[in-house]
């Protein structure tokens, strides 16, 4: 079967990655899948790098557009502190990549924010084209933000946006909405298949005044659980520099200090444990600080090799995640994949895998002495630790290996072809 991807990047960023996963699990079970993105950072030959038409009345259109859009967007650009992404709902490129997607009998939606416009792009595709839409976050269906915190205007039309702090009705945030609304009813819900990788996701879109009435399923994340696997911990400290006796607390984000993450969170549950003097949180993020203020830690660079990252997984005793609102991060299944225990706050799709007692622990969202004190039982109890790490292993080679999401993926798009075949005779 012939898949063709859109997204904004092939393997920079979280959605990216999934994505480019599932593109690989595809290939792996003889389908021709293909990927078309704005920015390419792999050298897969299957995936294709959107070339915008260079002649000069299509580069004076974009620019004009970029004029308009930057303008419509000053309006309304304050943003609070921590303020989570929040994208326009439209692009330059308007209706110029539709022509680029590789012929194809399914086309797949990934992360596609300043990359897809909605309405010229629905208006371009056709309509016996079966799409399935797979959600990263929350945006597809929002006035613009990616996660909308205690926000719950999606589930009417947005406006006054407290993510722009406006009081404004008619916002940038209700108008990216309309124009939202006005590019998926050119479909009229029809052909388009929504997949979200967690349950929560799934509750949110069906809640969404968007998406609420299209098909939704859920199909988690895949990953490769040959590459994350665990790796020898001796040697994996030695290579990072991490004391072989020390008690490790990881945490790995891409974007390390955006406020849902809860850095500052772990941060001050570690200065309230109980800790051995054995104890070193351990970080990996961009923009994550050299020294942790109060706290014994070690830094780690950026690393984007899978192979690397597993061997930082390796080297810790417990994963924690500490976000406030989450889809299903990939590195909850990594370092499930490695056999490390995770613990988590009981929010979106850590849920589905952190599983109490069985693969790490779930805290109330924000209860930073209970993550604290999890954090703690966990490093004083070696024997339970091993005893979860082979089932973390267990259940990550079982329910989340790459070639599971793929099948499931495979008969989907089957049924859809069927059903568009049925439609058209």
Not at 103 to 112: A, F, K, N
Not at 135 to 142: A, E, S
Not at 271 to 299: H, W, Y
Request: hydrophobic share 40%; glycine share 8%; proline share 5%.
């Amino acid at each position: 079967m012939r898949i063709s991807h859109v997204a904004t990047n092939d393997i920079s960023g979280g959605a990216a990655r999934a994505a480019y996963r599932l593109h690989t699990g595809l290939r792996n079970l003889g389908h021709d899948s293909r990927m078309l993105v704005a920015h390419k950072a792999s050298d897969d030959s299957n995936v294709a790098l959107f070339q915008p038409t260079r002649d000069l009345p299509s580069r004076v259109r974009r620019r004009v557009l970029r004029k308009l859009m930057a303008r419509s967007w000053r309006r309304f650009a304050t943003r609070p502190p921590g303020a989570t992404f929040f994208s326009d709902d439209r692009s330059a490129f308007g209706a110029e990549m539709v022509q680029q997607v590789p012929p194809c009998d399914i086309l797949q939606l990934h992360w596609v924010s300043t990359f897809v416009d909605y309405r010229k792009f629905f208006l371009r595709v056709p309509r016996k084209l079966p799409i399935v839409w797979t959600l990263h976050d929350m945006n597809p269906f929002t006035g613009g933000c990616h996660y909308s915190g205690d926000c719950g205007k999606y589930r009417a039309s947005c406006g006054a946006c407290p993510e722009l702090l406006s009081e404004v009705a008619d916002d940038f945030s209700a108008q990216s909405w309309r124009r939202k609304e006005q590019g998926i009813s050119h479909r009229d819900g029809r052909g388009i298949q929504i997949v979200t990788p967690s349950r929560w996701l799934a509750e949110q879109a069906r809640a969404s005044s968007l998406f609420g009435k299209m098909p939704i399923g859920v199909i988690p994340y895949g990953l490769d659980t040959e590459t994350f696997q665990p790796r020898d911990r001796k040697a994996a400290r030695e290579k990072f520099g991490i004391d072989r006796a020390a008690k490790v607390a990881l945490f790995v984000a891409e974007w390390a200090t955006e406020k849902r993450k809860g850095l500052d969170l772990f941060v001050e549950a570690v200065r309230r444990m109980n800790k051995s003097a054995e104890f070193c949180l351990v970080g990996i993020g961009r923009d994550l600080p050299k020294q942790l203020d109060g706290v014994r830690s070690v830094s780690i660079e950026y690393v984007r090799d899978e192979m690397t990252m597993s061997m930082v997984y390796s080297l810790a005793d417990v994963f924690v995640i500490p976000s406030l609102q989450d889809n299903l991060p990939n590195t909850s299944l990594e370092a499930l994949a490695c056999g490390v225990p995770t613990v988590a706050f009981s929010v979106g799709g850590l849920v589905d895998v952190v599983r109490p007692g069985k693969t790490g622990a779930l805290v109330s969202p924000g209860d930073v002495q209970g993550l604290g004190d999890a954090i703690a039982n966990f490093l004083g109890k070696d024997d339970e630790r091993s005893r979860m790490a082979a089932e973390c292993r267990r259940v990550a080679v079982e329910e989340y290996a790459l070639e599971v999401q793929a099948r499931r993926y495979a008969a989907l798009y089957e049924s859809m072809k069927n059903s568009a075949q049925t439609c058209g005779t």
